[in-house]
């Protein structure tokens, strides 16, 4: 999705320079409230920080747990292991 451009002003901080972002732009990109800044050809990307793992086991139902793994569910009929 491609949003028309806006101009906004950097103002000071102490001995930095901010921008103020409309809430719409956060919430259109799922920003909170930590960010990572990267530099991809001059441009400076703003990216919402995702913990790591997430949504892993988001689908995980451990009723259900032989559709994940049928085939260690009956190791009892095993008699001899192959490595």
Do not use: H, Q
Not at 54 to 59: Q, V
Not at 64 to 82: G, Q
Request: aromatic share 8%; charged share 25%.
């Amino acid at each position: 999705m491609v949003t028309p451009a806006m101009k906004t002003n950097l103002r000071k901080i102490g001995n930095s320079r901010g921008v103020l972002i409309p809430a719409p732009l956060l919430a259109a990109c799922e920003i909170t409230d930590e960010v990572e800044l990267t530099i991809e050809e001059g441009r400076l990307i703003v990216a919402p920080v995702k913990p790591a793992r997430e949504g892993w086991f988001d689908d995980y139902d451990p009723a259900n747990d032989k559709a994940i793994w049928p085939e260690s569910n009956n190791l009892s009929s095993v008699t001899e292991w192959e490595w």
